[in-house]
């Protein structure tokens, strides 16, 4: 499938940041909460869950037992955690999980320059950092309750919205599910794109090699086919207690398919996604909505290709090219253009 640059000015809340020579597209990684799915409401929970820890310290227990603990919490505000969980849209939760963790570290003084370093890196988007000096069993310690605290997360990210949307979204999928979604993947797959969706959220597998987990039963319920020569051929997650950082898994997967960045769409509305993405030299597509002004803020330094406040009009979006217009400037709105096959 061939994309174009889109060439003409349109208002409506698409916007081209980076123009890009035409790309033969072989294949698509999609994020999906926030990128198609509108199930989960995450960022009050993950709010709740940072800024709990980060003000008070790990709690003890279970993931359960923690979880309960940070219930208790729901009445206040954490404005520094509600703008990191904007800023980290898109991190591994372990990454999450660990920024909480190393903020709790000030509470009582033990956060010394490599901690403050890391903290400052994953505010950046950065989610490993090689050797940094801190003992093994510091790291151990570290890595055990940024796992629990991501169950914990879990439980309250259901318990708070996820699973009543759910609910609806099996009644009815198409309140849940970003304008143009399904149109837009069949579009793709319709012109030889495998479509894969990449996401934080934890996949694990039964004994046939079926993909299962909180996520996966909501790809069910929006109407989303997985499967070798389906919709999507692939869902690629996170683990319980391994960070998955999404260049990883974008080269792991580009690796096992034999594609070369050139080959690859990137949609996302998350940093990570777009940032790796534009690191591998992959054409990027950031979802976002018209009034996501600082998400949209932070995309356009990531230099993504383009922004679109949704896909009811991908299969218009790119220009043939055959006019031999030069792409606009960027930062221009866009007319539609039109897919070449």
């Known amino acids: 499938m061939l994309l174009t640059c889109p060439s003409e000015p349109l208002p409506g809340g698409v916007e081209l940041v980076t123009p890009f020579e035409p790309r033969e ?56 955690a509600r703008r990191f969980a904007v800023e980290s849209a898109g991190l591994s939760a372990l990454t999450q999980m660990e920024w909480a963790l190393r903020m709790a ?12 370093r890391i903290i400052d890196g994953i505010w950046k988007g950065e989610e490993t950092f090689g050797d940094t000096g801190e003992s093994p069993d510091d790291l151990r310690i570290l890595g055990e309750q940024a796992s629990l605290l991501f169950r914990a997360y879990e439980i309250l990210l259901l318990e ?9 979204a099996r ?31 934890v996949v694990e597998y039964d004994g046939s090699g079926v993909p299962s987990g909180t996520m996966c ?14 919709l999507l051929e692939e869902i690629c997650g996170s ?10 898994i974008m ?30 030299g992959c054409l990027t597509v950031s979802r976002l909505d018209i009034c ?30 055959s006019s031999g217009r030069k792409p606009p400037q960027a930062g221009k709105n866009l007319r539609m253009g039109t897919v070449v096959a």
């Open 25 to 80: 597209i072989a294949a698509a990684f999609h994020d999906i909460d926030g990128t198609h799915s509108k199930i989960r409401e995450w960022i009050p929970v993950m709010t709740l869950v940072t800024g709990s820890v980060a003000a008070y310290g790990m709690f003890r227990g279970t993931p359960a037992e923690i979880a309960g603990e940070i219930r208790r919490h729901r009445g206040e505000s954490f404005p520094e």
């Open 105 to 116: 570290r000030r509470l009582d003084g033990k956060s010394g320059d490599v901690n403050e």
């Open 217 to 230: 039963e909501e790809i069910r319920a929006l109407g989303y086919q997985v499967g070798k020569g389906k």
């Open 251 to 280: 080269k792991n997967l580009m690796r096992r398919k034999k594609l070369s960045p050139e080959q690859v769409l990137v949609v996302g509305d998350g940093r990570s996604e777009i940032a790796a993405g534009r690191a591998l």
């Open 171 to 201: 009644k009815d999928p198409r309140n849940w599910r970003i304008p143009g979604s399904l149109a837009f993947l069949r579009t793709l797959k319709a012109h030889g794109v495998e479509n894969y969706f990449i996401t934080g959220a």
């Open 160 to 168: 708070m919205g996820r699973n009543a949307n759910l609910s609806a």
């Open 292 to 321: 996501a002004e600082r998400a949209r803020e932070i995309h356009r330094r990531l230099k993504t290709n383009l922004i679109v406040p949704d896909f009811r009009a991908f299969d218009r979006l790119f220009s043939s090219g």
């Open 239 to 248: 683990a319980w207690n391994e960070k998955s950082p999404k260049i990883d």
